[in-house]
T-cell receptor, first 114, second 112 residues
Framework: NAGVTQTPKFQVLKTGQSMTLQCAQD?????MSWYRQDPGMGLRLIHY???????DQGEVPNGYNVSRSTTEDFPLRLLSAAPSQTSVYFC?????????????FGSGTRLTVV | GIQVEQSPPDLILQEGANSTLRCNFS?????LQWFHQNPWGQLINLFY???GTKQNGRLSATTVATERYSLLYISSSQTTDSGVYFC??????????????FGKGTKLSVKP
């Protein structure tokens, strides 16, 4: 099993550019989410999805967009990049129906906006 | 919303020492997980432990849900234990997972 795969691992954007961070999981998990990690802030939830076609906002959704057309994929779109979006982004998935609701995280995308 | 506080924020150990990390949370939860983020940034799930005690090798965890805290024990620490340890909690209901809320972590450095 590949688990949760995130691409790219590193990205530099100019202010105002848009891009999509990719996230795919092969565990047939219903639940997927995006977090950002900033120094001293822990991980903060951006958006999440409880199944294909269903998405909702987390704690810090502004400037980001998501969609969930399949169970496997949950891309995160930056609409117009800003320096405040410089961060490390993690995608996670989990099975709602497993007795162990442990999350599996991707390896992260380090994004720098200049 | 639920608040999660972890202590200590930083911890330096000599290899072979034992340590206890603490996680306090402000409200009732039925999902609590401990994660280790290694120096390369990878987040690894250590325990799913909404209550009770679990052990995995040199690591063990105890959650006392009624008193709203969890403890992570690391025995005979090794340099590979270095990194940041996160506690995360949620309240799920009606089949809904609930979104994990993370503490700010405890940064552990194990010196050889």
């Amino acid at each position: 099993n590949a688990g949760v795969t995130q691409t790219p691992k590193f990205q530099v954007l100019k202010t105002g550019q848009s891009m999509t961070l990719q996230c795919a999981q092969d565990m047939n998990h219903e639940y997927m989410s995006w977090y950002r990690q900033d120094p001293g802030m822990g991980l903060r939830l951006i958006h999440y999805s409880v199944g294909a076609g269903i998405t909702d906002q987390g704690e810090v959704p502004n400037g980001y967009n998501v969609s969930r057309s399949t169970t496997e994929d949950f891309p995160l779109r930056l609409l117009s990049a800003a320096p405040s979006q410089t961060s490390v982004y993690f995608c996670a998935s989990s099975s709602t129906y497993s007795v162990n609701y442990g999350y599996t995280f991707g390896s992260g995308t380090r994004l720098t906006v200049v | 919303g639920i608040q999660v506080e972890q202590s200590p924020p930083d911890l330096i150990l000599q290899e072979g020492a034992n340590s206890t990390l603490r996680c306090n949370f402000s409200d009732s939860v039925n999902n609590l997980q401990w994660f280790h983020q290694n120096p390369w940034g990878q987040l690894i799930n250590l325990f799913y432990i909404p209550s009770g005690t679990k052990q995995n090798g040199r690591l063990s965890a105890t959650t006392v849900a009624t008193e709203r805290y969890s403890l992570l024990y690391i025995s005979s620490s090794q340099t590979t234990d270095s990194g940041v340890y996160f506690c995360a909690v949620s309240l799920f209901y009606g089949g809904s997972q609930g979104n994990l809320i993370f503490g700010k972590g405890t940064k552990l450095s194990v010196k050889p």
